[in-house]
């Protein structure tokens, strides 16, 4: 791995400590922080999240986090709730993205069993964060909201419907799955992303 100044943002709503231990693993240290001069000058930007859309979005708000994110033009990677909150719009709390994907994040149905959590195969993978990765490989979710497939889908998934597992929008990437837990091949997607 190349030497790189490797951020991830930090708005007490992401698995921040775990996404560090798995940039560790491939020789990568990274930042943790919200400040927004070192952020714009990272080479690469990790933004995680777990836990409720509108609850992180008042975090990102309060920290100006919320207009500095689209604004990045080097490679950035949302995961789980991070990918849901870079789209337009999430039913959960009926609440606004950041609106890099023009896409709206929906709810699974009541019928559904929620959260879809565990490991689930990932398919029609194309583009460099999928580079060296094969169709029907496993990967770690936990979400019970879902992208559907369009146009900027990565990758896809099947779970009672096909939904998008990964997204990209010029230098914005995004994962619905956890990479950080998604062993060799979560690995390889941040090494990947490192990479790009």
């Known amino acids: 791995m190349s030497k790189q100044n ?4 930090d708005y007490e709503a992401g ?4 996404v560090k231990y798995a940039l560790e693993r491939l020789g990568v240290n990274a930042e943790i922080t919200n400040c927004e001069k070192t952020i714009r000058k990272a080479d690469k930007v990790i933004f995680p999240g777990v836990g409720e859309a509108s609850w992180a979005m008042k975090k ?4 100006g986090l ?4 689209p604004q990045l033009k080097q490679p950035v990677l949302g995961i789980c709730l991070g990918m849901q909150l870079m789209c337009e719009q999430t039913e959960e709390g009926n609440t606004k993205g950041l609106g890099i994907f023009p896409v709206k994040t929906l709810k699974f149905p009541a019928e559904d069993k929620v959260p879809h959590m565990g490991w689930n195969q990932i398919d029609q993978v194309k583009g460099d964060l999928f580079g060296g990765i094969a169709n029907k490989g496993f990967v770690y979710f936990v ?20 939904f998008s597992a990964s997204l990209q929008k010029d230098n914005f990437y995004a994962c619905q799955f956890h ?4 062993g060799d091949i979560g690995q390889q997607v941040l090494s990947n992303f490192i990479n790009l």
């Open 6 to 9: 490797i951020v991830i943002i």
């Open 15 to 18: 698995n921040v400590q775990s």
């Open 60 to 63: 990102l708000k309060e920290t």
């Open 66 to 69: 919320d207009k500095l994110i």
């Open 143 to 162: 979400h019970s909201y879902y992208v559907p497939v369009n146009k900027y889908t990565l990758a896809d998934t099947k779970y009672i419907r096909d």
């Open 179 to 182: 990479p950080e837990k998604s």
